[in-house]
């Protein structure tokens, strides 16, 4: 079995005064790793790539392949100009990665035709497994089960991350079989499972970890009823945390909990206070301390 399966944690970055917290970040991979998270995404959407600038997307990228200690992480490589791509792709050759994790261009919107290019040409220049990032809704163009089953047929091409919402694509990819299928969105992990996929991608994991992993578990090894019990019991959690704009609603319980200073970089903001209320009380936190002045007791 390939390393792509199990619960992976796209992981937040948190910041102090401005800058990113690198031991924060170093704190929670190591808990998460010894809940028994199966890898870790750096520089993906949960992580605020985008208003990360490179020397700080280098920066939290050491941090995280050295305090995983071996455990497998992916970089999140996206933009819409084929050159700097292409050109990050080689920068990253060079580190430990397990994979890249790669959307489609955004704001561009290509044809199908233009995705496969896109894809094959990263594919051809990564070193690293390629997995496939879909999601429209934040790109703008989805990729069609025909692309999917396309660039499967590239050997660089082992996964994708499935945030397209349409239960027969998924269900097209697993009996297909060439490339493994992630859940992406977090309230369909346990039905993906159910349907054969290979695991989960899921920033809901950043709370309760174990028993994201316990899901897992429990379908892998045929114990399905376990497992929606499971699931069902993580899902209010998992609705909260995507009330508002992903990370700020993870950042906000982490900080409840006091593993990091809450804040988000602009133009996200931080959770509201009804929201802040409602993950208190999900989590059992003391009123308050979700506010983005509280401090990590790290």
Known sequence: MSCFHGIWIPLITPFVDGA???????????DYAAAGATGFVALGTTGESAS????????VLATILDAAHGLPVVAGVSGNNARHLRERILELNDQALAGV???????????????????VA??????????????????????????????????????????????????AVILDGRLAVMAGEDLNFYSTLCLGGQG??????????????????AV?????????????????????????????????ALAALGRIRDGVRPPLTSATGPLRDRLHALMGATTGACDPSSRSTQ
């Open 52 to 59: 990360l600038e490179a020397a700080e997307q280098r920066a």
């Open 200 to 217: 989960a991608i899921v920033a809901s994991a950043h709370l309760r970890t174990a028993d994201f992993v316990r899901v897992y578990e």
């Open 20 to 30: 990113v917290d690198h031991h924060a970040l170093r704190r929670l991979v190591v």
């Open 101 to 119: 994790l790669v959307p489609a261009p955004c704001y561009v919107r290509p044809s199908q035709a233009g995705l496969v290019t896109h894809f």
């Open 122 to 171: 990263i594919a051809d220049a990564s070193r690293h497994p390629v997995i496939l990032y879909d999601i429209p809704y934040r790109t703008g163009v989805r990729l069609a089960l025909p692309t999917l089953l396309s660039l499967a047929a590239h050997a660089n091409i082992v996964a994708v991350k499935d945030c397209a919402g349409s239960p027969e694509t998924t269900l």
């Open 220 to 252: 892998a090894g045929g114990r399905i009823a376990q497992g929606r019990a499971l699931f069902h019991a993580l899902a209010p959690l998992i609705q909260a945390l995507f009330a508002e704009p992903n990370p700020a609603p993870v950042k906000c």
